[in-house]
């Protein structure tokens, strides 16, 4: 058996059906034959540094602001918020498996 190869794309799979097919795979249930391509949704990141985190709370205290059409005065709220905010999905990131298989 030949093994599968690797597309362009980092996170696509491309396997071909012939090579891979069981003896009876015209007899099978659909399940049992190979798909074409298998689509992952693992990524790899690093870990935020000081600054692009900062940049990040920066950009979304911005949509905040932008949201609320940049009235004076919330501006510590809208930072705190976006604080927590990506605290809060950077908490969520890293307590995802980093291997999982989903369909």
Known sequence: MRPARKS???HV???DPALNRP???DESVPEALVPDVIHTNVQRSAPD???TRWQRIARRAY??????GFAPGAELSDWLRAEKEIDVADQQRQAAPEN???G
């Open 8 to 10: 362009s794309s980092e």
């Open 13 to 15: 799979v491309k396997i």
């Open 63 to 68: 949509e905040l602001a932008q949201q609320r």
């Open 49 to 51: 540094t000081p600054q």
């Open 23 to 25: 003896a009876n795979a």
């Open 100 to 102: 999982q298989i989903t």
